[in-house]
């Protein structure tokens, strides 16, 4: 005969029953949270990679004076937006403008002595001639005296004529052919003169001249020192970092300040080495910065792998072959570049932190270290504008220095008069 069920058993009873129902119930959701995240990490995490150790960055172009100077005027400051080709600095330009004036005389004086040396060439093609006659008249005139010295010596010992006259006439023949030898010697002095004025001439104007083409790069420096006294933007941007000040002596290559250009700012995003496996040239990236939130996304396309990890470039570097070795997952960074619309509408500052996510899920580009990255070219024109002018002021100094004569067009024809004259000559 069984014994009935007391209440405190029977509640007992329904509480583990309650319990296993509940315990059921928990291990049922677990199980099926389980399944969604697993079916989550496999259809989508997968093939995403992420960090938050991702930071804005962009070129930071250094303001440097390319001469030592006096600042007279500071024309930007910290925040301003400035353009290419704006001025920033002024230098006090009294020592450059005397320098160019210096530089202007000496090209002056430079073109009018080698002015100087075409216009000899005449002189001295006319020199040549001379001579080169003063000898063919002395040779006429040594010819004379020896004929009337062999005329005169067989009548000597007949009477007719006295040992007298022979002296006269051997003396005159003597001085005919020292006469000659003095007229050879000048002739050969007025040659090498000609040849030597036109060695400093010949295949050239005075404009190409060796020694006005000297005078005029003095000149052109002088010009550039002048220009560079007013420091312009190499590019469009915003100024950071300004540090100098009016009335403050600086000296070449100093840092005067930063210009950073927003619009080609980029995200370093560091990944851990073995987030690396999937990543290709040209996936696709999220991009939310920290300063918008998540309301603003950035679009960007992974452009390239850093050459080495953060460890490997610190300034003490991790020393592992000492024994004392941890392993610790490295970071490499990745650069990413933004969507110009995007950064446009939303602009971004250098440093700002960013949450980044990579859809590694389409493997077909190339792996991030077999890229080879194409070339490109940074380059400004605002320091070349006043070549042009510096040249164009030259040009007008040699005309005014070289006057009505036209020595310049005129200097190869006296050199090939000059030449000619001395080969008749010999």
Not at 294 to 303: A, E, Q, S, T
Request: hydrophobic share 45%; net charge neutral; proline share 4%.
């Amino acid at each position: 005969m069984s014994q009935a069920a007391t209440p405190a058993d029977q509640y007992a009873s329904r509480v583990k029953s309650n319990r296993a129902v509940v315990m059921a119930l928990v291990i049922g959701a677990m199980l099926f949270l389980g399944a969604v995240w697993a079916l989550y990490w496999f259809l989508i995490l997968r093939g995403h990679e992420s960090t938050d150790n991702a930071y804005v960055q962009a070129p930071v172009v250094q303001i440097t004076p390319q001469l030592a100077g006096t600042v007279i005027e500071v024309l930007a400051d910290d925040t301003d937006i400035v353009k290419a080709g704006q001025p920033l600095v002024r230098l006090d330009p009294a020592d450059a403008q005397l320098a160019l004036a210096r530089a202007e005389a000496h090209l002056g004086q430079t073109v009018r002595e080698v002015s100087t040396l075409y216009a000899n060439n005449a002189a001295l093609t006319a020199s040549v001639s001379l001579r080169v006659s003063d000898e063919a008249r002395l040779q006429i005139e040594l010819g004379r005296a020896r004929d009337d010295l062999a005329r005169r010596a067989p009548l000597v010992a007949s009477g007719a004529v006295g040992i007298e006259d022979l002296k006269h006439a051997e003396a005159a023949v003597e001085s005919a052919r020292g006469a000659l030898a003095v007229a050879r010697a000048a002739l050969q002095v007025a040659r090498e003169q000609a040849s030597s004025n036109l060695a400093l001439t010949q295949g050239t104007t005075v404009a190409a001249h060796p020694n006005v083409e000297r005078a005029a790069t003095a000149y052109r420096e002088a010009w550039l020192a002048v220009q560079r006294c007013e420091i312009p933007a190499p590019l469009s941007g915003q100024v950071a970092r300004r540090t100098v000040q009016v009335g403050q002596r600086i000296a070449a290559g100093a840092p005067l300040m930063s210009i950073v250009p927003l619009e080609q700012v980029w995200v370093e995003a560091n990944f851990k080495e073995g987030q690396l496996r999937q990543m290709r040239i040209g996936q696709p990236v999220r991009l939310h910065a920290d300063v918008y939130g998540h309301k603003v996304d950035f679009d960007g396309k992974v452009r390239g792998l850093g050459a080495g990890t953060g460890a490997a470039f610190a300034l003490l570097p991790a020393q592992n072959a000492t024994g004392n070795w941890i392993k610790v997952v490295q970071r490499v960074p990745v650069r990413i570049e933004i969507d110009p619309e995007q950064l446009a509408r939303h602009p971004l500052r250098v440093g700002l932190s960013m949450q980044v996510e990579v859809d590694v899920s389409d493997g077909d580009g190339a792996p991030l270290a077999l890229v080879v990255v194409p070339e490109r070219s940074n380059s400004t024109g605002v320091f070349t504008v006043a070549s042009a002018q510096a040249d164009q002021r030259i040009r007008e100094i040699i005309a005014r220095n070289l006057g009505a004569g036209a020595t310049a067009s005129a200097g190869p024809v006296k050199q090939s008069q000059a030449s000619r004259s001395g080969r008749r000559g010999s």
